[in-house]
């Protein structure tokens, strides 16, 4: 089981999504969807993140799931980074300074095209995890109902041997 080469590597992925979906808290309007996608990727990442410990995956889905933290990983990174180029931005950022976080934002002027991208990129990001979390989960609901399909056929059983 692995995200990845390691399990490390999810963790990286959910403390850079958490890292830029914090830096989005007091972003202007015209940046909220990106805001709304960040948080979404953050679901599912925590929930990926949640779930794998308790699941054996087959090399395909290792496989797939290494493509899905690898994207998701670049989008992040590309963000941080745009984020990043505004000194004013950086975490260390106090509440006293809540007003200069503010105005930075108004200065920061992507181009629409930039957004555009990212927003098509997050979306990208988000619907890969999220898939390959529905395939997770529905395995484990198959195997569940074989399980409960074999219990009724062995009760089935015993009690035909019992008459």
């Known amino acids: 089981m692995s995200f990845g080469?390691?399990?490390?590597?999810?963790?990286?992925?959910?403390e850079l999504v958490r890292d830029v979906r914090k830096r989005f808290v007091d972003a202007l309007v015209q940046y909220k969807a990106l805001s709304s996608d960040v948080k979404s990727l953050s679901s599912v990442i925590e929930e990926i993140n949640d779930v794998l410990p308790h699941r054996e995956l087959t090399p395909q889905q290792e496989t797939n799931l290494a493509e899905q933290r690898k994207?998701?990983?670049?989008?992040?990174?590309?963000?941080k980074e745009k984020l990043d180029s505004n000194?004013?931005?950086s975490s260390s950022a106090t509440n006293q300074k809540s007003e200069k976080l503010r105005v930075a934002w108004q200065k920061l002027c992507w181009d629409q095209k930039d957004v555009q991208e990212l927003h098509d990129r997050l979306h990208l990001s988000i619907d890969g995890p999220n898939l390959f979390l529905q395939n997770l989960t529905s395995d484990k609901v198959f195997e569940i109902a074989k399980e409960?399909?074999?219990m009724h056929l062995w009760e089935e059983t015993r009690e035909k041997q019992q008459k």
């Not at 590597?9 to 959910?14: E, G």
Request: glycine residues 4%; contains cysteine.
């Open 71 to 79: 994207r998701c990983e670049e989008v992040l990174k590309t963000m």
């Open 87 to 89: 000194s004013l931005l």
């Open 5 to 14: 080469t390691s399990f490390g590597n999810i963790v990286k992925v959910v």
């Open 148 to 150: 409960v399909d074999d």
